[in-house]
């Protein structure tokens, strides 16, 4: 997994406050994945370490 500052920052730059819960978008988690050269399942992994969700999944893939 990319234990990467640069790609942590951009995770959290997307996520948002959905009452108690800390989500980010599916479509942004697509986004920053190919921005970095990274599997999407190591943006959820890095979301599953920090107790982000990912919202609005269209694949099923989170």
Known sequence: MA???Q???????E???DGEKVKLPCA?????A?????????IGDV???RNIRISRC???CF
Not at 7 to 13: G, P, S
Not at 28 to 32: D, L, S, T
Not at 34 to 42: L, M
């Open 3 to 5: 234990n990467n500052k």
């Open 7 to 13: 790609l942590i920052d951009a995770i959290l730059e």
């Open 15 to 17: 996520t948002f406050r």
């Open 28 to 32: 942004a988690a697509f986004k920053i």
């Open 34 to 42: 190919a921005k970095f050269g990274v599997k999407p399942s190591e």
């Open 47 to 49: 979301c599953n370490e």
């Open 58 to 60: 269209q694949l099923g």
